[in-house]
Structure formats: structure tokens, C-alpha cells
């Protein structure tokens, strides 16, 4: 059984920082994919940053140049460094990841439990 555990929440200030960890644990052959997606108080679920099936990045235009994605593969393991946050990042964030669970494929989509990040003064 997959699992993505999350940590690195909580309460700052705006102008402040968080990093965010996500890893993934249980029997798998390889991550195809893996970042963060973020879910604000009446909105749609929406990507923040993520490493691709071709490991190339992604991000959201609204954090280019303050979040940063990076990853540890010996740990499976993926972070999210946010600096210069706003209220408007206030929101709960998952991390997904695309798992290869075998050698032949069986491909699936696996999400952690989130974690509230909340900029505030």
C-alpha cells in the first residue's frame, strides 16, 4: 500500500517562508511524477509545482520565482520551498504522486492528506 505523507505547515507571516516534505512509502517500482497541488476555502484544486513523467518542473505563474520544488529520489521525497508568502497562498496543500507500482506498469494516481498553510499577520 502507497502512502504520501506530508509535513512543513502551518502559520506565517506574510513575507515569510515554509518548507513543505512530502514522502512516499510502501511497495513501488518507480514515481513517475510527483509535486504539489494547493485547494483555498471555495476554489478548485489547482497545481502549484510539480516534477513531470519527464522530470522537467512546473509551477503556477502565481509563484514563479518565490516556491521552489526539489527532491531527494534515495528518499523518495519531494519539498516545497516557499519564500515571499501571501495571504492569497493561504490554502491546503497535497502532494500527488504517479507511481509505477510494478515492472509491467499499473500506473496510479496517489494523493497525500494535506496540510494547511496559512499566511496571515
Known amino acids: 500500500q502507497v502512502q504520501l505523507v506530508e509535513s512543513g505547515g502551518g502559520l506565517v507571516q506574510p513575507g515569510g517562508s515554509l518548507r513543505l516534505s512530502c514522502t512516499a512509502s510502501?511497495?513501488?517500482?518507480?514515481?513517475?511524477?510527483m509535486g504539489w497541488y494547493r485547494q483555498a476555502p471555495g476554489k478548485q484544486r489547482e497545481l502549484v509545482a510539480a516534477?513531470?513523467?519527464?522530470?522537467?518542473?512546473n509551477y503556477a505563474d502565481s509563484v514563479k520565482g518565490r516556491f521552489t520544488i526539489s527532491r531527494d529520489n534515495a528518499k523518495n521525497t519531494v519539498y516545497l520551498q516557499m519564500n515571499g508568502l501571501r495571504p492569497e497562498d493561504t490554502a491546503v496543500y497535497y502532494c500527488?504522486?504517479?507511481?509505477?507500482?510494478?515492472?509491467?506498469?499499473?500506473?496510479?494516481?496517489?494523493w497525500g492528506q494535506g496540510t494547511q498553510v496559512t499566511v496571515s499577520s
Open positions: 500527488n504522486a504517479l507511481i509505477r507500482l510494478t515492472w509491467r506498469g499499473d500506473i496510479r494516481d496517489y
Open positions: 510502501g511497495s513501488m517500482f518507480s514515481i513517475n511524477a
Open positions: 516534477f513531470t513523467s519527464s522530470q522537467s518542473t
